[in-house]
């Protein structure tokens, strides 16, 4: 379905060539004073520049015609105005707006229709690298922000009509899984460990290998040297090795749905960084063969550098003078993977913006390689860092790394007592699970609602208020219209409108048809957060609306009409919106 810019869009053209104006320059934009206008016609500086004219003679011949533009037989505009310096502002007619309002209720997709809206050379199939966990290693805060943006750009995507592939691309390879399994050996655990046990026998492993001179913890050289065996053996398929690390990673990707499974955060393949350990050699050998990758200093480089880079470019080095590989050719060597078994059109990795050098060369060295099949779009998604409040990364009461699993405990339970204290009546529902949903919405909208490239200060107690731009505030105004459908016995919204309106309807009915245009924006920017501000205010401004209007109590049936479609366009959009932002929505609150 075409929206109601496209529309008018088109008949601009119409009349732009009507009357010897370029049609190149038809199209009219959201007006950025929304006080003023709802649109504009903001291209008369450019047409002035070429006929050689005053640009207010331009927006003034401009608005002559304009005002009588129709769409579908209707007179687009009520208000068509010429304004210094150079613009014309345009009112939409409120007969236009209910038609509008009225195809995007009664459209299963809300009038959004990806084929509409995206370019035709947008990528058919979109592979997006997020989550980045570690085996045997409990989920912490950090793993938060890249999980939600991950899957409400996966989400956005579908929703789109984009075919995705989701791979959380673990860390399930290398020292650390040596150390694990021989500190397991040492603790006589080989049997029986559970994924708590692992969380604890990993940092011990890791401080017996490395000590700790500054709490006088000495270095154990002869378990780092069994860890590093261990690693040896298991990279070549030993046993029991072998066999030890297929547990640990059965263990640590059983409990990692369960956590992800909180956030509504799923994959569709949990590869890592072993599922490319027999690809890498070959490959390496293979770039060397064919003179990309060359020696220095007895390691294997690729110069990545390019004529237009601003800022030093490192080589990329693919194997260390001892023979062994990095995480650059796990990486590389992961491309290879997914172009031989994917072909995806687009790669969208979503990654801690301290990896930005790490993902350039290895981007740059797949194609210098030949690895890719076609031209790709490689997109580093890069995400910030979620801060304490003293601007530092959020750690635990002891110092120590935040578990994402204690994180959510604490959203949920302070939401819990919210709704003790504020006395909700939820007679007969699960409390407890009304607590998960707003807790978890608190932390997923608190992250969301940020640009993702911005680190930003974690503040709980702000991100559960049930008021201003939080989750909880956005969930409570849907709780408010499905109260005010209830009270009213509405199971079906008619979407015929026979009255006028006034500024706040308007300004939500205005709102509600640029949502596509909102996605739009979301999709080609990679940020969420542009969903977030737009459900905030659309809201907001129902929340004016509520407090500005008896709905219930209102006895002019065709103003009832009026308000019920407020409320059902709001509820339709907001719900949408936070399916993609994969946030769930409670019963009452």
Same mark, same amino acid.
């Given at each position: 379905?075409?929206?109601?810019?496209?529309?008018?869009?088109?008949?601009?053209?119409?009349?732009?060539?009507?009357?010897?104006?370029?049609?190149?320059?038809?199209?009219?934009?959201?007006?950025?004073?929304?006080?003023?206008?709802?649109?504009?016609?903001?291209?008369?500086?450019?047409?002035?520049?070429?006929?050689?004219?005053?640009?207010?003679?331009?927006?003034?011949?401009?608005?002559?015609?304009?005002?009588?533009?129709?769409?579908?037989?209707?007179?687009?505009?009520?208000?068509?105005?010429?304004?210094?310096?150079?613009?014309?502002?345009?009112?939409?007619?409120?007969?236009?707006?209910?038609?509008?309002?009225?195809?995007?209720?009664?459209?299963?997709?809300?009038?959004?229709?990806?084929?509409?809206?995206?370019?035709?050379?947008?990528?058919?199939?979109?592979?997006?690298?997020?989550?980045?966990?570690?085996?045997?290693?409990?989920?912490?805060?950090?793993?938060?922000?890249?999980?939600?943006?991950?899957?409400?750009?996966?989400?956005?995507?579908?929703?789109?009509?984009?075919?995705?592939?989701?791979?959380?691309?673990?860390?399930?390879?290398?020292?650390?899984?040596?150390?694990?399994?021989?500190?397991?050996?040492?603790?006589?655990?080989?049997?029986?460990?559970?994924?708590?046990?692992?969380?604890?026998?990993?940092?011990?492993?890791?401080?017996?290998?490395?000590?700790?001179?500054?709490?006088?913890?000495?270095?154990?050289?002869?378990?780092?040297?069994?860890?590093?065996?261990?690693?040896?053996?298991?990279?070549?398929?030993?046993?029991?090795?072998?066999?030890?690390?297929?547990?640990?990673?059965?263990?640590?990707?059983?409990?990692?749905?369960?956590?992800?499974?909180?956030?509504?955060?799923?994959?569709?393949?949990?590869?890592?960084?072993?599922?490319?350990?027999?690809?890498?050699?070959?490959?390496?050998?293979?770039?060397?063969?064919?003179?990309?990758?060359?020696?220095?200093?007895?390691?294997?480089?690729?110069?990545?550098?390019?004529?237009?880079?601003?800022?030093?470019?490192?080589?990329?080095?693919?194997?260390?003078?001892?023979?062994?590989?990095?995480?650059?050719?796990?990486?590389?060597?992961?491309?290879?993977?997914?172009?031989?078994?994917?072909?995806?059109?687009?790669?969208?990795?979503?990654?801690?913006?301290?990896?930005?050098?790490?993902?350039?060369?290895?981007?740059?060295?797949?194609?210098?390689?030949?690895?890719?099949?076609?031209?790709?779009?490689?997109?580093?998604?890069?995400?910030?860092?979620?801060?304490?409040?003293?601007?530092?990364?959020?750690? $635990?009461? #002891?110092?120590?790394? %935040?578990?994402? +699993?204690?994180? !959510?405990?604490?959203?949920? @339970?302070?939401?819990?007592?919210? /709704?003790?204290?504020?006395?909700?009546?939820?007679?007969?529902?699960?409390?407890?699970?009304?607590?998960?949903?707003?807790?978890?919405?608190?932390?997923?909208?608190?992250?969301?609602?940020?640009?993702?490239?911005?680190?930003?200060?974690?503040?709980?107690?702000?991100?559960?208020?049930?008021?201003?731009?939080?989750?909880?505030?956005?969930?409570?105004?849907?709780?408010?219209?499905?109260?005010?459908?209830?009270?009213?016995?509405?199971?079906?919204?008619?979407?015929?409108?026979?009255?006028?309106?006034?500024?706040?309807?308007?300004?939500?009915?205005?709102?509600?048809?640029?949502?596509?245009?909102?996605?739009?924006?979301?999709?080609?920017?990679?940020?969420?957060?542009?969903?977030?501000?737009?459900?905030?205010?659309? $809201?907001? #401004?129902?929340?004016? %609306?509520?407090? +500005?209007?008896? !709905?219930?109590?209102?006895? @002019?049936?065709?103003?009832?009409? /009026?308000?019920?479609?407020?409320?059902?366009?709001?509820?339709?959009?907001?719900?949408?919106?936070?399916?993609?932002?994969?946030?769930?929505?409670?019963?009452?609150?």
């Amino acid at each position: 379905m075409k929206s109601i810019i496209s529309k008018i869009n088109n008949e601009l053209k119409k009349i732009f060539s009507e009357h010897g104006f370029d049609e190149n320059h038809a199209f009219i934009s959201i007006s950025n004073r929304p006080e003023l206008a709802d649109y504009q016609i903001n291209s008369c500086f450019n047409i002035a520049k070429a006929l050689k004219k005053n640009p207010v003679e331009v927006a003034t011949e401009m608005a002559g015609f304009v005002r009588d533009l129709k769409v579908e037989g209707i007179n687009a505009f009520t208000k068509c105005e010429a304004c210094p310096p150079g613009f014309v502002n345009l009112k939409l007619n409120d007969e236009l707006l209910f038609l509008s309002v009225e195809e995007v209720l009664n459209d299963d997709k809300l009038g959004i229709d990806g084929k509409e809206i995206l370019p035709s050379d947008a990528p058919k199939c979109i592979l997006l690298d997020y989550g980045g966990a570690n085996v045997a290693k409990p989920l912490h805060v950090g793993h938060l922000r890249v999980a939600v943006i991950g899957e409400a750009l996966k989400r956005l995507y579908n929703r789109l009509g984009i075919k995705t592939i989701g791979d959380v691309h673990l860390g399930d390879f290398g020292l650390q899984m040596g150390l694990v399994i021989e500190q397991l050996k040492d603790d006589n655990m080989l049997d029986s460990f559970t994924i708590s046990d692992l969380e604890i026998i990993y940092p011990k492993a890791s401080l017996r290998a490395k000590g700790d001179k500054n709490n006088g913890i000495e270095s154990d050289t002869e378990f780092d040297a069994r860890a590093h065996e261990a690693t040896k053996k298991l990279q070549n398929d030993v046993e029991p090795e072998t066999s030890i690390w297929k547990k640990i990673l059965k263990i640590s990707i059983d409990d990692l749905k369960i956590r992800y499974g909180e956030l509504n955060v799923f994959f569709d393949y949990y590869y890592g960084e072993s599922t490319v350990k027999d690809i890498m050699g070959p490959m390496v050998d293979e770039m060397i063969k064919k003179r990309i990758a060359y020696e220095s200093e007895g390691a294997y480089v690729i110069d990545v550098k390019e004529d237009t880079d601003k800022k030093e470019m490192p080589p990329c080095i693919v194997r260390k003078s001892d023979g062994a590989v990095l995480y650059a050719t796990s990486d590389i060597a992961t491309i290879k993977f997914r172009e031989e078994n994917f072909d995806a059109d687009e790669y969208v990795y979503i990654v801690d913006k301290r990896q930005n050098l790490h993902l350039t060369q290895c981007f740059r060295a797949s194609k210098k390689a030949g690895l890719l099949k076609r031209d790709k779009i490689f997109h580093h998604v890069e995400v910030g860092t979620m801060n304490g409040s003293d601007g530092r990364a959020l750690k $635990s009461r #002891d110092g120590g790394v %935040f578990k994402l +699993e204690t994180l !959510i405990k604490d959203a949920k @339970d302070k939401a819990l007592n919210q /709704l003790k204290a504020n006395e909700r009546d939820l007679k007969g529902l699960d409390e407890n699970d009304i607590a998960k949903k707003i807790g978890i919405a608190a932390l997923k909208y608190g992250d969301l609602s940020n640009s993702p490239t911005r680190d930003y200060i974690f503040d709980l107690e702000k991100f559960l208020s049930f008021q201003g731009n939080t989750g909880p505030y956005i969930l409570y105004t849907l709780v408010r219209i499905k109260s005010i459908f209830e009270k009213l016995g509405v199971n079906k919204v008619d979407t015929k409108l026979n009255t006028d309106c006034d500024e706040i309807v308007h300004k939500i009915f205005l709102k509600s048809i640029k949502y596509g245009d909102i996605l739009f924006d979301a999709y080609k920017n990679y940020d969420t957060s542009i969903i977030c501000k737009y459900i905030y205010e659309l $809201s907001d #401004d129902f929340n004016s %609306f509520y407090h +500005e209007h008896s !709905i219930i109590n209102e006895t @002019d049936e065709n103003k009832k009409a /009026l308000y019920i479609v407020v409320c059902n366009i709001v509820d339709k959009i907001v719900r949408d919106a936070l399916s993609i932002l994969a946030i769930e929505i409670p019963d009452k609150m």
